[in-house]
């Protein structure tokens, strides 16, 4: 038996979307060649592993007891890239970590130094997207690791509270604000909880203007354009942010989350331990 990796890590995609289509778009491959990916993983398997139906695709039996061997099959190939040196001692080895990058920029300058002490060939590919989107890259063996906001528990994944942030509003102190606008980011669950808790709170907010880029919106705030709506963390990166009086608080859960077959990994414990030393 031969059987590949990539075809291995699109069953588990098409297995969890129940659907070819949706499963080639998130993969970026053609429909032909994701099925043609499954029918050769069936091959050598000798056994089918989908139902096709009308509605979708299901596992057969089979697949569902395959399907626990191949989560285990990915993670003892990442674990076995992760190469412990005998002669020096040394753990080589690479992980894919995924972060936001308003996250990677106030955290991680602490972070890897810490890790580096440690473990100097130790290296990191960072992928950067949304929390959300970083822990379902987590969920479906994409990147090794996450260090994510206010993570949605999940049966596969193991969560570790690293440390505590707020949301709320800042303005800047010098120069003063020349207005009343709110610059936030309106897809924010964070930002939608804090503007329900403003409706009843004597700030006055007239008009707004929207990013997508936390960054973004703490530099218009810190050359006093407006209120904007922040992580405490990131606000604390620029100099004139001050918190606005009596504003309203949502709390923020900072979180290193990766895969259940990781939790007893000695390397990912010493990890743990690091960064949340790092982000008290």
Same mark, same amino acid.
């Given at each position: 038996?031969?059987?590949? @990796?990539?075809?291995? &890590?699109?069953?588990?995609?098409? /297995?969890?979307?129940?659907?070819?289509?949706?499963?080639?778009?998130?993969? !970026?491959?053609?429909?032909?060649?994701?099925?043609?990916?499954?029918? #050769?993983?069936?091959?050598?398997?000798?056994?089918?592993? *989908?139902?096709?139906?009308?509605?979708?695709?299901?596992?057969?039996? *089979?697949?569902?007891? *395959?399907?626990?061997?191949?989560?285990?099959?990915?993670?003892?190939?990442?674990?076995?890239?992760?190469?412990?040196?005998?002669?020096?001692?040394?753990? %080589?080895?690479?992980?894919?970590? !995924?972060?936001? +990058? /308003?996250?990677?920029?106030?955290?991680?300058?602490? =972070?890897?130094?810490?890790?580096?002490?440690?473990? +100097? &060939?130790?290296?990191?590919?960072?992928?950067?997207?949304?929390? #959300?989107?970083?822990?379902?890259?987590?969920?479906?063996?994409?990147?090794?690791?996450?260090?994510?906001?206010?993570?949605?528990?999940?049966?596969?994944? %193991?969560?570790?509270?690293? !440390?505590?942030?707020?949301?709320?509003?800042?303005?800047?102190?010098? +120069?003063?604000?020349?207005?009343?606008?709110?610059? *936030?980011?309106?897809?924010?669950?964070?930002?939608?909880?804090?503007? &329900?808790? @403003?409706?009843?709170?004597? %700030?006055?907010?007239?008009?707004?203007?929207? /990013?997508?880029?936390?960054?973004? %919106?703490?530099?218009?705030?810190?050359?006093?354009?407006? =209120? !904007?709506?922040?992580?405490? &963390?990131?606000?604390?990166?620029?100099?004139?942010?001050?918190?606005?009086?009596?504003? +309203? =608080?949502?709390?923020?859960?900072?979180?290193?989350?990766?895969?259940?077959?990781?939790?007893?990994?000695?390397?990912?414990?010493? =990890?743990?331990?690091?960064?949340?030393?790092?982000?008290?």
């Amino acid at each position: 038996m031969s059987l590949k @990796l990539d075809d291995l &890590r699109n069953f588990l995609i098409v /297995s969890k979307l129940k659907n070819v289509t949706r499963a080639s778009e998130q993969l !970026g491959l053609t429909q032909p060649a994701l099925s043609y990916s499954i029918k #050769r993983l069936e091959e050598e398997l000798g056994a089918p592993v *989908f139902i096709r139906l009308k509605s979708g695709i299901e596992l057969t039996k *089979f697949g569902e007891e *395959f399907h626990h061997r191949a989560n285990k099959l990915l993670q003892d190939w990442q674990d076995a890239k992760n190469i412990f040196n005998q002669e020096g001692g040394e753990i %080589i080895g690479e992980f894919k970590v !995924g972060i936001h +990058p /308003s996250v990677a920029i106030y955290s991680l300058p602490h =972070i890897l130094p810490s890790i580096y002490e440690k473990y +100097p &060939r130790l290296n990191f590919n960072l992928i950067h997207d949304s929390s #959300r989107i970083i822990t379902g890259k987590v969920i479906d063996f994409e990147v090794d690791f996450g260090i994510v906001v206010n993570p949605i528990k999940h049966p596969d994944l %193991i969560i570790n509270e690293m !440390g505590l942030d707020e949301v709320k509003l800042f303005e800047s102190s010098r +120069p003063k604000r020349k207005n009343n606008k709110l610059i *936030f980011n309106p897809q924010l669950a964070q930002s939608q909880d804090l503007l &329900r808790k @403003l409706k009843n709170d004597s %700030i006055e907010i007239d008009g707004h203007v929207e /990013s997508d880029n936390l960054e973004v %919106i703490a530099k218009l705030t810190n050359e006093g354009f407006g =209120i !904007g709506l922040l992580p405490s &963390r990131v606000a604390s990166n620029y100099k004139n942010l001050v918190p606005v009086n009596n504003s +309203p =608080i949502v709390k923020d859960q900072i979180a290193l989350v990766y895969r259940v077959e990781k939790k007893n990994s000695l390397l990912v414990k010493d =990890i743990l331990a690091l960064v949340k030393d790092s982000l008290i």
